[in-house]
């Protein structure tokens, strides 16, 4: 990014999931090799929307690395690239808008694979996460820094350098279930209390075994009686039967046609969604078209 007087207003936010990522993609790669002194270095690509000078980190994910001519690891782009075009055919607003790499600060040899993966998106940020910082659990705060690349002339020449650049930390209900849920988790992989997501899950859970165990119950009576190897109760299977009647029926033709009805529903709904996002852009094209029509016509009617 060029070096600005309005460098200061840039308004930069940072979304829990891609620390939450990175942690993850550094977490994996270290239990890979070993648990041995030397923290192992991991890449990425961060991806958001950006709106003049306001950038938003929303997503991140993981990239092949390859050593270069000098031996370093650095991100190939290839990988880059067809990562970054699968995920915007999902998320059609977002945007290259960096990369990161676990490091304590900008290391030598990180201004060159910034400026090899300017080609494929200019004006990125460059995030890092401190490791060390962050296993030593003294850090009062994130051990991450975003820098922004400015253009600077030096004894006559165009040099690109990293400047910190502030941010904040901004999340969406999804991301804060989440975020609580891991808050919950252990290393060992067991919950203290559970999120409010878990509990929710958990009781549903435990009303669908429970419905499972006596559905089995009432079952093996049945089979038993048929057998003869307990008596019938009239009354009891009478409320069985009742039982059996509220429970949904799965292999008759009604189910199957409802089912079948409500999946082309959910269907025309999208195609509807699409058709009409459809129409918007045609809507905006014959419009512009229009305009530039119309002054075409104006400047030809003055010639």
């Known amino acids: 990014m060029a070096a600005t007087d309005e460098m200061a207003a840039l308004g930069l936010t940072l979304h829990p999931l891609v620390v939450i990522n990175i942690s993850d993609h550094f977490t994996r790669a270290r239990c890979q090799t070993g648990g041995t002194g ?3 270095r991991v890449f990425g690509i961060l991806i958001g929307e950006q ?8 997503n991140s994910f993981e990239t092949k690395v390859v050593p270069n001519a000098s031996g370093r690891t650095v991100p190939e782009l290839a ?7 699968q995920y915007l055919k999902t998320f059609p607003k977002y ?3 960096g990369w990161y790499s676990t490091a304590k600060g900008v290391q030598e040899g990180d201004l060159e ?8 998106s200019d004006s990125l940020l460059y995030l890092t996460l401190d490791p060390y910082l962050a296993l030593s659990g003294s850090a009062r705060e994130l051990p991450i820094t975003i820098f922004e690349s400015q253009m600077h002339v030096v004894d006559g020449q165009p040099t690109t350098t990293f400047a910190p650049a502030a941010y904040k930390i901004e999340s969406i209900e999804s991301e804060r279930i989440a ?3 891991v808050a919950h988790i252990l290393p060992t992989g067991e919950g203290t209390s559970g999120s409010a997501f878990a509990q929710s899950l958990g009781t549903q859970y435990t009303a669908m075994s429970m419905l499972t165990e006596r559905v089995e119950m009432l079952q093996k009576y049945v089979a038993a009686v048929q057998a003869g190897t307990v008596p019938g109760d009239h009354q009891l299977l009478r409320q069985i039967k009742a039982i059996c009647s509220r429970l949904p029926a799965l ?3 009604r189910f199957h046609d409802e089912s079948l009805r409500d999946f082309h529903n959910t269907l025309l709904v999208a195609y509807l969604g699409c058709i009409t996002k459809g129409t918007g852009l045609v809507n905006d094209v014959v419009e512009k078209y229009n305009v ?12």
């Open 179 to 181: 975020i609580d849920h």
């Open 292 to 303: 530039a029509y119309d002054k075409h016509s104006r400047r030809r009617g003055i010639f």
């Open 51 to 58: 709106t003049g000078r306001r950038v938003e980190v929303a």
């Open 79 to 85: 990988y880059v690239r067809t990562r970054l075009e």
């Open 38 to 40: 030397v923290l192992p």
């Open 251 to 253: 292999d008759t033709k």
């Open 95 to 97: 945007e290259m808008i």
């Open 113 to 120: 694979i910034h400026q090899s993966l300017c080609e494929i």
